[in-house]
């Protein structure tokens, strides 16, 4: 299964926009990008996924480069909510059975500034 | 629409006792997962259920763990006997499609 890099932790403002980046350079064809957070003290909590395409949900948005190699989510507006740690995740949907696996990393511990 | 639910929430054996954790996934649901998050770490699945077979448990340590999915449904994870090491949050998630999972709140064990 590729793999992802991101930064340890991040550091934003309440009520400005945060961008969290992900490296994924050996991505393949069949690869989902996937984004979960976990707030303290609770289980995971998906936010968004994407193939090729930006997308958008009431949550975030998912800005995909055009070679694939690296995402970044973005929060239009943090609260302090938002405070968490953040999964960038690559799934292959080559199979077609819900077989494939997703493979959690170390995150990004996002802090969010009153 | 409820979520997973997870019970016990909190957990505290000594070594070489047994434990059991019991899921209870969304109703509809037919994959069911169970992860093993230690401190400080992302989630590391442990076993994935397509309606009551088993699809994926490489990473399940078969020597002391087991899970088993009953009628397709609610699900038990077992450990027997438990080590230091196994201290961790076990948390549970199920799906119905092939992206999003939704997770439950965890049961937190403590081996001592």
């Known amino acids: 299964d590729a793999k992802t890099t991101q930064p340890n932790s991040m550091e934003s403002n309440e009520e400005e926009p945060v961008h969290l980046p992900c490296n994924h350079s050996?991505?393949?064809?069949?690869?989902?990008i996937h984004w979960y957070r976990q707030l303290p003290s609770q289980g995971p909590e998906y936010v968004i996924h994407?193939?090729?395409s930006n997308v958008n949900n009431r949550m975030a948005s998912l800005a995909i480069a055009e070679d694939r190699k690296s995402s970044t989510l973005i929060l239009h507006r943090a609260t302090l909510r938002d405070a968490a740690v953040y999964y960038c995740?690559?799934?292959?949907?080559?199979?077609?059975?819900?077989?494939?696996?997703?493979?959690f990393g170390s995150g990004t511990r996002l802090s969010i500034r009153p | 629409e409820a979520g997973v639910a997870q019970s016990p929430r909190y957990k505290i054996i000594e070594k070489r006792q047994s434990v059991a954790f019991w899921c209870n996934p969304i109703s509809g649901h037919a994959t069911l997962y169970w992860y093993q998050q230690i401190l400080g770490q992302g989630p590391k699945l442990l076993i994935q259920?397509?309606?009551?077979?088993?699809?994926?448990d490489s990473q399940l340590p078969k020597d002391r763990f087991s899970a088993e999915r009953l009628k397709g449904v609610d699900s038990t994870l077992k450990i027997q006997p438990a080590k230091l090491e196994d201290s961790a949050v076990y948390l549970c998630?199920?799906?119905?499609?092939?992206?999003?999972?939704?997770f439950g709140p965890g049961t937190r064990l403590t081996v001592t």
């Open positions: 995740i690559l799934r292959d949907e080559s199979r077609y059975s819900s077989a494939s696996k997703i493979i």
């Open positions: 998630a199920s799906s119905l499609g092939r992206h999003e999972q939704y």
């Open positions: 050996t991505i393949s064809g069949t690869d989902y």
């Open positions: 994407g193939l090729t």
């Open positions: 259920f397509q309606n009551n077979g088993v699809v994926d």
